[in-house]
Nanobody, 127 residues
Framework: QAQLVESGGGLVQAGGSLRLSCAASGRTFSEFVMGWFRQAPGKEREFVAAVSVGGSSTYYTDSVKGRFTISRDNAKHTIYLQMNSLKPDDTAVYFC????????????????????WGQGTQVTVSS
């Protein structure tokens, strides 16, 4: 089992920045590939970014490349999502997820491949 708790969401103007955090407890954190997903009102939950167990490999959806950075600190059992140059289209509830999958990070873009989820944190970007 793993418990995930997100924090850092909020209201920001377009062009601004936020950093989301996800703290994990339970199973050994370094065993998990970690990801961020987001869900806007009326839309499906979509993949945002993922990071490998050691942190050396990352993967992003095209719409956030160059603006968002995913990272992890295994000593703190925490992952982060630094979000810069935010746009109104980035408005959504952001979810942290963990998987024990052995697939490489670029394959882990599907919700069903993740075993554990946080409760989500709201990010609202005003124009």
């Amino acid at each position: 089992q793993a418990q995930l708790v997100e924090s850092g969401g909020g209201l920001v103007q377009a062009g601004g920045s936020l950093r989301l955090s996800c703290a994990a407890s339970g199973r050994t954190f370094s065993e998990f590939v970690m990801g961020w997903f987001r869900q806007a009102p009326g839309k499906e939950r979509e993949f945002v970014a993922a990071v490998s167990v050691g942190g050396s490999s990352t993967y992003y959806t095209d719409s956030v490349k160059g603006r968002f950075t995913i990272s992890r600190d295994n000593a703190k059992h925490t992952i982060y999502l630094q979000m810069n140059s935010l746009k109104p289209d980035d408005t959504a509830v952001y979810f942290c997820a963990a998987t024990l999958s052995v697939f490489v990070v670029p394959v882990l873009t599907t919700r069903k491949l993740y075993n554990y989820w946080g409760q989500g944190t709201q990010v609202t970007v005003s124009s």
